[in-house]
């Protein structure tokens, strides 16, 4: 762990970055958000201050070649086709990881934000030819059609206190297809002479990347190198290489790691502590790092660069405009900045709430926004910020003063996203809380992570039956942190609405003594002391021999010779394997792992955050039941 041993903030080590798929997601771009508004707003200043030497800056040729070949772009195009081919990996990784692990796990919940993020297209662009039609700027409709996904999901946590993660799970879902249908049409669309000799190489290593991800080969360089060709063919094709970018990142599989590597990996650890050689450092760290998915091993590698470093270049090598009282005047005069500026801010809410109410209606419920109106209604108008692919697309079908026409309506449209869905939160947060709740969370009744359900009459539990909320803890009763998360449970079960479970996870590969105080627990249950001998255990986690059990069953007033025998005899082995099996069966591999109502708990584990999380379900459940 790199946090001190106080803080209550932290993770297991190997649950740390599992998260729920959007959580890391979106810590990243709340932050990066900011960079890239600097960025842009230097761009600004930078071509009012002098245009020239911005133009000649971003039109300076850079070349990459070995021997006689090589490739030769201006730093611009280096940026927009080469750089924001990492962007849309990210973006692409991020999809997936929502298909793996997150709620279009259920391949039902992907039928609304698909339609949604196709209407979400073709509206705005409708819209953009009524206004263009027979003009000059009717050819870059494209324009108007992006949402810039990751910039929108920055400024709504920015804009949108309070906003729950399901919101930006909705946004993030119905606008991934977005980005998908948005490159189809870069490659189609607006490209030009297309050479086949190379695009058939890049097919060809895409289907040699393919390969390697099937066969599970773990080379870095051999990837490296496979998407170095894909790259470089795309681009001598005539066809947008950002395009790679995506189809790459949703090849990356998502997975949490199984509790059997992460037993392997320690098991190397151990080996590196009792000879550390090179030899077994490498083994070891190989060996931790496999125990990870190949798609969150990218998004560690890729994303922070891609939201801190390559958007902001972005933003700063395509918004600088030169903006002057005349040219105001022709641009909102133009119908191809008011094109932008009507698809982003009426088009996109008009698509994604149209559609998710119509979806809704024809069905009678049965496919609904995984969300409350209020939060449909922010991820549309957020989603009038069309930022990056509006400006990819705009630099391949216009110059000059469209070119510019076009960057001030896509920045005009932002502005306006981003007032809309203030508001839009704003006026929500004053409804009462019952109201609030629903009109942020909705009725869908939620996915449930835990397997199998809790069952009172085999499950330890704590608190009245009938409670409105159930938390379920796996949990080892050596393992540190279990014991430093005990303070916040045991803040947290005095509230009287809630019910507490306690699971079995003895890690005995790092925790030699968790399998015996699991069975002494389970012994003590036999006499109906399980939680009091719980209490004791987590309070002296450093005292689990044999002897101490022997010790703490006797202060409890148990029957020791009985308890003796049945740690000798180890009689409830079974009954703690019967956890460790709910524990496979519910994705957990480390401890503390926390349920709410059934659905993982991702994150910290200080009592502020339980209470939240416990309070969200709490509404959750006062919806469901009002309806």
């Known amino acids: 762990m790199t946090t001190s041993p106080g803080r209550m903030q932290e993770r297991t080590q190997w649950t740390r970055g599992l998260g729920a798929p959007l959580r890391a997601f979106l810590r990243t771009e709340s932050g990066s958000a900011g960079v890239l508004v600097a960025a842009i707003a230097a761009a600004l200043v930078w071509a009012n201050v002098d245009v020239a030497s911005y133009e000649a800056f971003w039109r300076t040729d850079l070349a990459v070649r070995i021997g006689g070949t090589g490739v030769s772009e201006d730093l611009r195009t280096w940026v927009n086709s080469g750089l924001m081919t990492i962007f849309f990996l990210v973006v692409g990784l991020e999809a997936r990881r929502e298909f793996d692990l997150g709620d279009l796990r259920e391949r039902r919940r992907f039928v609304l934000p698909f339609v949604a993020g196709l209407a979400g297209m073709l509206i705005p662009v409708l819209i953009y030819l009524a206004l263009n039609a027979g003009g000059t700027g009717a050819h ?22 309070g906003v729950p993660d399901a919101a930006r799970v909705f946004l993030l879902t119905v606008f991934v297809v977005d980005d998908l249908v948005a490159l189809l049409v870069i490659a189609v669309v607006y490209s030009e002479d297309i050479e086949v000799m190379p695009l058939l190489v890049a097919f060809a290593a895409f289907g040699v990347w393919l390969l390697l991800r099937y066969l599970d080969v773990r080379r870095a360089v051999l990837y490296a190198l496979v998407a170095i060709v894909l790259w470089a063919a795309m681009l001598m094709s005539g066809v947008d290489p950002v395009v790679a970018g995506l189809a790459m990142g949703l090849t990356a599989v998502a997975y949490t790691p199984a509790r059997e590597k992460l037993e392997a990996a320690s098991g190397l650890f151990k080996l590196f502590r009792e000879q550390p050689t090179p030899e077994l450092a490498r083994s070891a760290a190989l060996g931790m790092t496999q125990t990870l998915s190949p798609n969150d091993r990218l998004q560690r590698i890729y994303h922070p660069w891609s939201s801190y470093v390559i958007v902001p270049l972005f933003g700063l090598a395509n ?42 209606w ?40 469209e070119l510019a026409e076009v960057k001030i309506g896509v920045l005009t449209a932002a502005a306006g996203a981003s007032l809309l869905t203030w508001t839009v939160f704003r006026v929500t947060s004053l409804l009462p809380a019952d109201r609030r709740a629903r009109a942020l969370l909705g009725e869908t009744e939620d996915l449930t992570d835990l397997v199998p359900a809790v069952d009172p009459d085999r499950d330890h539990v704590r608190g009245p039956a009938d409670a409105s909320v159930t938390v379920v803890e796996y949990g080892d009763f050596q393992c540190p942190y279990c014991g430093r998360a005990e303070p916040a449970v045991r803040d947290l079960i005095t509230d009287t609405d809630l019910r507490y479970v306690w699971r079995h996870l003895p890690l005995t590969d790092v925790h030699p003594q968790a399998q015996l105080a699991a069975e002494a627990a389970e012994a ?6 399980f939680w009091e001998m719980h209490d004791v255990l987590l309070d002296h986690q450093d005292k689990l021999r044999i002897m101490d059990l022997l010790r703490y ?14 740690l000798m005899d180890h009689v409830h082995v079974t009954r703690v394997a019967e956890d460790l099996e709910s524990a496979d069966a519910s994705g957990v591999s480390g401890t503390p792992t926390f349920f709410i109502n059934g659905r993982r708990h991702y994150g910290a584990y ?22």
């Open 553 to 566: 069953a006797a202060e409890l007033g148990l029957d020791t010779n009985r308890f003796h025998d049945d």
């Open 362 to 401: 024809l069905t009678h419920g049965r496919i609904r926004p995984g969300v409350g109106w209020a939060a449909v209604l922010g991820s549309g108008t957020i989603a009038g910020i069309g930022f990056t692919v509006s400006l990819l697309i705009a630099a391949l079908a216009f110059e000059g003063p």
């Open 524 to 529: 003590a249950a036999a006499q109906g002391k």
């Open 319 to 360: 918004a600088g405009i030169a903006i002057d009282g005349g040219f105001l005047a022709r641009a909102f005069t133009s119908p191809v900045t008011w094109g932008v500026i009507l698809g982003y801010l009426l088009g996109k809410p008009i698509a994604v709430v149209g559609v998710s109410a119509l979806l809704t």
């Open 140 to 161: 870059g409709w494209g324009v108007a059609m992006s949402t810039d996904t990751a910039l929108a999901l920055g400024l709504l946590a920015l804009l949108g206190k």
């Open 606 to 627: 200080d009592i502020a955050t339980l209470k939240q999380a416990v309070k969200t379900a709490r509404a959750r459940v006062g919806i469901t039941r009002v309806g």
